[in-house]
């Protein structure tokens, strides 16, 4: 067997085996790369699912803080409609000369 007859098969098979090497490395550097893609999706997923469940949450409390706002809104009102008539009232009785204006002594 000559050098020539063995020569081109080993160089061959080195080759293969340089080639599989690097494509080896490669794809461990890409599945390495994809895993800490996953775990960022992953953490991500959670993250938002965080932020719906705060989103809800802050909707309720709007929700809840315009019902109350409507509330104490009426309330408002019916508290200065009550105020209205006192001061109606306290007027009625200054001219009817049944208080004094600053509310101390009785004109009988």
């Known amino acids: ?7 081109i098969p080993a160089f061959m ?3 293969i085996g340089v080639v599989g090497y690097l494509l080896n490395r490669s794809i461990s550097q ?3 790369k994809l895993s800490s893609t996953a775990t960022s999706v992953d953490t991500m997923r959670a993250d938002m699912n965080t932020m719906k469940l705060d989103m809800n949450g802050y909707a ?6 315009e019902k109350r706002l409507v509330m104490l809104e009426t309330q408002n009102a019916s508290l ?3 105020v209205g008539s006192f001061d ?4 009625v009785q ?6 004094h204006p ?3 002594e009785t004109i009988s």
């Open 30 to 32: 890409i599945d390495a």
């Open 60 to 65: 309720k409390l709007s929700e809840y803080q």
């Open 80 to 82: 200065h409609r009550s």
């Open 94 to 99: 200054v001219a009817l000369g049944k208080v």
């Open 102 to 104: 600053l509310g101390d």
């Open 13 to 15: 098979t080195a080759l």
């Open 88 to 91: 109606k009232f306290i007027a």
């Open 1 to 7: 067997m000559s050098l020539q007859d063995w020569a």
